[in-house]
């Protein structure tokens, strides 16, 4: 039930773009977006409804495909502030119980 | 606005013992999750109370146990600790049940 998250690990140069994959095998009413940076509590980014209503940061993206159960997050013009391990969580449409994917870490490098 | 608040923030025990670590949720959320987490499992659902109620509970034995109280402040209990119960255990507040978290520093407990 725990949703899958792809890559696992990512590296960037500043001002590259990145692509995280986040796939659940349940039907979804919502996914979220956190950054945990190391030995900091995890921070919201993204909420996507089913339905296709979004809200989050202003400099990252996501989408929400809810017939394939796939969210992927899009961090464009990448900066060093970007580093960090990206979590999605995923609420499915029974039960209020969040899964929490098994984290992307991702390296902004000079 | 005071964010969410977790103590104590370290502490270290032996097997067998107890522990209890608080939360308290940013004033006016009435849903309180704990987590889990540890390298090699990432963040694991304990349970998640909503106005002193129980809504739900991760897969976890019964020696984990939390409760809210009527100010939707929380605490979390493991009893009779083992080795695997290391961990970062982190709170999380929100406004209703499918809104935005928000975490608090977490508590990192260390079972020797």
């Known amino acids: 039930q725990q949703p899958v998250q792809s890559p696992q690990a990512v590296i960037l140069r500043e001002g590259e773009d990145a692509v995280i994959n986040c796939s659940s095998s349940k039907a979804l009413y919502s996914v979220h977006w956190y950054r945990q940076k190391h030995g900091e509590a995890p921070v919201f980014l993204m909420i996507l409804l089913k339905g296709g209503e979004q809200k989050g940061h202003e400099k990252i993206s996501a989408s929400f495909n809810e017939k394939k159960q796939q969210s992927s997050l899009y961090l464009t013009a990448s900066q060093l502030s970007y580093s960090g391990t990206y979590f999605c969580?995923?609420?499915?449409?029974?039960?209020?119980?969040?899964?929490f994917g098994t984290g992307t870490s991702l390296t902004v490098i000079p | 606005k005071a964010g969410v608040t977790q103590t104590p923030r370290y502490l270290i025990k032996t097997r067998g013992q107890q522990v209890t670590l608080s939360c308290s949720p940013i004033s006016g959320h009435r849903s309180v999750s704990w987590y889990q987490q540890t390298p090699g499992q990432g963040l694991q659902f304990l349970f998640e109370?909503?106005?002193?109620?129980?809504?739900n509970k991760g897969n976890f034995p019964g020696r984990f146990s939390g409760r809210q109280f009527s100010n939707s402040r929380s605490e979390m209990n493991v009893s009779t600790l083992e080795l695997g119960d290391s961990a970062l255990y982190l709170c999380?507040?929100?406004?209703?049940?499918?809104?935005?978290?928000?975490f608090g520093e977490g508590s990192r407990l260390t079972v020797l």
């Open positions: 999380a507040s929100s406004h209703s049940t499918t809104g935005e978290l928000f």
């Open positions: 969580g995923t609420l499915p449409n029974t039960g209020n119980q969040f899964y």
């Open positions: 109370y909503f106005s002193e109620t129980q809504r």
